[in-house]
């Protein structure tokens, strides 16, 4: 008998369930709080899996009970929200997404997964690949943004950076790709509300990103808190069941969110604990986190024949398996132990890391001309508003083992990069709250200084879990601040520290340039000086769309047409009596220091079929004196099909360094495949016809330049997504 098969034999169903349970340790707070004695739970076989710690001591400390102290010796699966980072903090996903960029996605992945690894940590919550269209919803800021495309391929580099080339490995830890599906489509951006998504959106939108996920080997994933269409993703059996391990084959572990299965008898969906942890169960969720549910319900629903040992078994199969695979009974101290501590150079390596990725992720708003990097005859320079001094709001939410204390700070960073200018600092305003007592004062600075940077926006604790927001301008007196900024007629550039897109057409109107700075992490204000120095050429794209108001979203490039598109005169048309159409920035866009033009679209052959690809070229031309990076994005229209395509569909990006005046070419091969979508029938299909394909700089239409190929073939591929 195999080491899985031994164990199961010699289980009690309480050991079994134990298995299947995750509790939370103190360290941190990531849900309602709930006390629970994990040491007696461990050393009884209860707990099998225990989240919220870290530490190579407390690690030791708790592993040590499981597999010295309890019956069977089970060493315990430790998982920790490692999001973006873990002591050495990266921007939050949202800002990384801006780069493109996935051999950098996947560097900062395993330069976390190795710090997390070091402080014990062998399964990580991440990465959060919920693809996003409204910047309401909090939790846009864990996460991609918009695009199943750029998701899919965040997925997989996360994944692959998380856990390294082999998951036994004293430096990689298990990836939980979550939260599986459609979370980000939850009614009006209201955290944990229901999602009524179609099938076909569903298939194209919020699914792909966790089959790339399985495609590049997960361990693990993580249902969603929300129900889609009444049927609560914890209990869901076709999706977790039918689709992930049926259809793609999905063999790890299902985690719950934070006491979710309990929760099912708040959806409605369950009767009492017995019912939910049946429902649960029956779905394919293996591990219950924090919701005792399984503990409590399942030895009653295998009295009342809900449940059967089978399944019970099959799940702690799996837990064991991950366990195994992980290498943890081989060496339960293996991640954590004193060989692995940080040598010298790499602590310094990732912070290199990390301020490389920040800038990266700065995203150039606007930019007047000349405003922006700051001229040497700025000789005084105020830094002012409430996020320029503020550390701990740059590491951005979910940063648990973040370092407050460690961060740059924007003006922290700009003291460093410009030690000949004279700096002056004052808040003016706090984040939120009504007090102006600061504003004279900071006016006052204001009108001293050559150059403002006026450093507004949210708290970091505004965007992430249970941080909606219905409206998305300034919170607290800051506009009225910053406009009081922008009538001394100073130049401004305004940095914008957020979790999601804000709008605030004034000050895209009013300052000389504003930049996204997002929650950079703990080298933001490195990264930010590097930018405003023009030590660094921006280079950031916006990985959501950005809108004028609130009111436009939910908001994405991807739209379908409709029978009457929108066009300026037309009364009976797809627009808004009291605001443009179109959103205030783009999917993709982003300036540099640089110009860019694109010329020459081509497309070999222009006539293909199935199986064959098209090579796609284009030229770019730096037309400006400054050396730079351009981002280029593939779209496709599929003109005419079964069922109504959106406008633009993303098929590729190039990341491509031009020097000034110089020209590159950046070229695609398309496989025709990628032109098949989910047609009528929810089955994959390549249609004939023909389609458009688009080269630009951002998905804004006027932009893109166009060339139309062929496809004259059809058929019905039986793909998995
Ligand atoms: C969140 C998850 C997270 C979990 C554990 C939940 O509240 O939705 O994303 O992994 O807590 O902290």
Redesign the pocket.
Known sequence: MGRIDTLLAAMTVEEKIGQLTMAAASLAV??PAKLVDVAEGVRAGRIGAV??LWGAEETRAVQRLAVDESRLGVPLLLGL?VVHGHRTIFPVPLAEACLFDPALWQKSARAAAEEAAMDGVAMT?AP?VDVARDPRWGRIVEGPGEDPWVASAFAAAKTRGFQGDDLAAADSVAATA??LGAYGAVTAGREYASADVSERTLREIYLPAFAAAVAAGTAAI?PA?NDIAGVPMTANAALLKGWLRDRLGFDGVLVS??NAIAELLEHGVAGDIAEAAALALEAGVDID?MSGAYAKGLPEALRRGLVGMAEIDAGVRRVLALKERLGLFDDPYRRGAAGSRDEGGEASRRRALAREIARRAIVLLTCAPGALPLSPDIRRIAVIGPLAAAPQEMLGPWALAGRAEEAASILRGLEAALPDRRIDYAAGVDIAGEDTRGVPAALDLCRGADAVVLCIGEAASMSG?AASRADLGLPGRQRMFAEAVLDLGKPVAALLSSGRPLALPWLFERADAVLATWFLGGEAGHAVADVLTGRFNPTGRLPATWPRDVGQTPIFYGQRQAGRPAKAGERYCSRYLDLPVTPQFPFGHGLSYSRFSLHDLRCQPSRVEAGESVEIAVTVANDSGVDGEATLFLFVRDLVASVARPVLELKGVRKIVVAAGERAQATWRLPVEALAFVGADLDLVLEPGRFEVHVGQSADPAELLTSVIELVRSSTTSSAR
């Open positions: 990531t849900g989240l919220n929200d919550f959060m979550k939260h993580m808190f969110d934070y986190m879990e």
